[in-house]
């Protein structure tokens, strides 16, 4: 990789080095193991950061992790639902459902439930699938036909468990690895689209009767990565901010991306942070010096 002669400039040779391969558990073992490196930061799945921590412990390095999520999306009876289907429709479907922060599991409080469905299924029939060089195109493919063998054996699981297809549901019609922008709906948390991370877009509508129950079953997963939800109730806003086990929280809003902001989870979604001032710490040491007898 060459990098433009601007910034080539700017750095001496070797403080930047890319590294291909189709060796990555090798690469992996060198990094992990050479007491040259004293830092790693990793992105990627959960069992891979796990391995690269426990091959790591022989050096004792520094580590950032940002790893999988299951990111709940709540909407309370008081939100305002045209904000929240604009909320969830960039938090779920921003693209194609394929980011580690993508709503995975969608709460909706009764009282909305179905006038909420509704508005979404709406928005999500809108949503043009096609070549991301179509200006009006707002869906691209899967990453690859794994993936979309993935998103049809949740959306299979769902339906054979007692969901309804609102909109999508299938394969699109270009084929390969495009999948149809879709809504599920009377979902329930035991469903694999709720227990695992779809990385897909499909959105399960989950009801919940109270504050209580939704905080508890967004909390029932090992990952902590990012978490939504709507509501104009300001005291339920500081309730369930604190009260979920995520690393982030979106409140009323559904892109919480930023690189002035700390980004990333806790729980089995990793440690560290990036972004901020507290992401240039992990790459740095606290010193004491004692100064005596000057």
């Known amino acids: 990789m060459e990098l433009p002669p601007c910034h080539a400039r700017r750095r001496p040779a070797g403080v930047y080095n890319v590294v291909t391969t189709k060796k990555a558990v090798e690469v992996g073992a060198e990094l992990t193991s050479n007491p040259v490196v004293r830092k790693i930061s990793f992105t990627g799945s959960t069992n891979v950061g796990k391995q690269l921590m426990k091959q790591s412990s022989q050096t004792m390095q520094r ?10 999306f709540i909407v309370f009876d008081d939100a305002d639902l045209d904000a929240a289907v604009e909320g969830l429709i960039n938090s779920k479907f ?9 709503a ?7 009282g909305i439930y179905d006038a909420f469905a509704a508005r979404l299924a709406d928005r999500v029939r809108a949503l043009k699938v096609g070549h991301g060089y179509d200006p009006d195109v707002r869906q691209g493919p899967l990453i690859d036909v ?3 063998e993935k998103v049809k054996r949740h959306v299979d699981d769902a339906v054979g ?3 309804a297809v609102s909109v999508g549901g299938k394969p699109h019609a270009l084929g390969r690895s495009f999948f149809e922008p879709t809504v599920l709906v009377n979902c329930t948390p035991s469903m694999l689209l709720a227990r695992e991370e779809t ?4 959105a399960g509508l989950i009801p919940f009767e109270t504050e209580s129950a939704v905080v508890a079953m967004a909390n029932d997963t090992p990952f902590g990565l990012a978490g939504y939800f709507f509501s104009r109730d300001l005291g339920r806003i500081f309730r369930v901010a604190e009260a979920l086990e995520v690393g982030m929280v979106g409140v009323n809003e559904g892109l919480i991306s930023t690189e002035v902001a700390p980004f990333g989870g806790v729980k089995e979604s990793g440690m560290g942070r990036e972004g901020s001032k507290d992401g240039l710490q992990e790459y740095m040491e606290t010193k004491y010096l004692c100064l005596g007898g000057i």
Do not use: W
Request: positive net charge; charged residues 15%; hydrophobic residues 35%.
């Open 146 to 148: 794994k993936a979309l």
């Open 104 to 110: 995975n599991r969608v709460f909706v409080q009764k």
């Open 161 to 163: 468990s007692g969901a």
């Open 94 to 102: 921003r693209n194609t459902g394929q980011t580690c922060v993508c």
């Open 199 to 202: 990385f897909g877009p499909v």
């Open 63 to 72: 580590m950032s992790l940002e790893l999988g999520g299951n990111a709940p």
